[in-house]
């Protein structure tokens, strides 16, 4: 069917991409209804380790999606769906409450970290959903950190500011992730001081083979030991990347190595029953 409307409409386009535009279409009424009606959305958690305690200092909140034809479908992917068809809101709505609410309960008091999308930023709206988000829960807001990239303060920085610093005025926590992959990063650490800067993952998993990316890593180490901010080393996979890692002086670590993002205990069976079925 695909082929036959391909030839009888396609002119300006190649039948292959518009093909993928009508996947693409597809997956957006997927997530719009999946969204709706909060069916085969999930957050996965992983443990964020503070080296010299050892203790669990924090989990990333990490959204998921079990499509019900293509199974489990990456935030890679469906995160920028969302972003461009505004959905990013509502799915930015979704995670911060199921994310609160779960935090909530753990007896480690330990933080939960959100990823906020450049789309949520800079309207003004974030704050109320936080709020409301902390307040139906009852989490403290000292227990939430909310993560930014550079790019979501590219848009337009001014705005995207104000909003952070309403959310460090109401005592939220703000970390700058993927540090090291975006540009004019050094000027972002002028404009805001952040409580952690997260190294991006690909700076950890080649630091090993690669000096370049080893001195990446021990540069943003020390920028956070001059500015008294944490480092974060994200992806640790192995005992020596570990090993690297805090021998360049980053204070927590994220990765496979310490643990995988893994359902809420209220979501397990439900997944464990999704992930048999394919
Ligand atoms: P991120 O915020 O940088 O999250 C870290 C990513 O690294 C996660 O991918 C996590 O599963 C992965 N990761 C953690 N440890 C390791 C490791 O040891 N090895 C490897 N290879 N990967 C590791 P994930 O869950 O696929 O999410 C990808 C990105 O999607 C996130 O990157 C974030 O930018 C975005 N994202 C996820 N959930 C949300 C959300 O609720 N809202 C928004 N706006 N973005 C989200
Ligand atoms: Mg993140
Ligand atoms: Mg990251
Ligand atoms: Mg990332």
Redesign the pocket.
Known sequence: AAKEAGRGTSRLFSPDLETRMQERVRLEERLRSALAREDGLFVFY?PIVDLQSGQVTSR????RWHHAEQGWI???RF?PVAEQCGL?DQ??AF?LNRACQSAAQWADEAHVA????ATQLGKGTLIDVVSAALSSSGLPAERLEI?V?ETALLADEHRGIQDLLALREMGVRVSL??FGTGYSSLAHLRTFSFDKIKID?SFVRDALERPECAAVVRAIADLGKRLGVRIVA????TEDQLALVRAEGCREV????YGR?APADTDAPLVARLNRRR
């Not at 990333?60 to 959204?63: P, Q, R, S, V």
């Not at 959100?114 to 999308?117: L, P, R």
């Not at 994200?234 to 996979?237: I, P, Q």
């Not at 994220?254 to 190595?257: T, V």
């Open positions: 992983q990333e909140a990490l959204a990456s935030p890679g995160v990013i799915l930015g995670v959100v990823n906020v999308s993560e990239t992730d993927d993952g994200e992806g640790v996979e994220q990765g496979y190595l993002p």
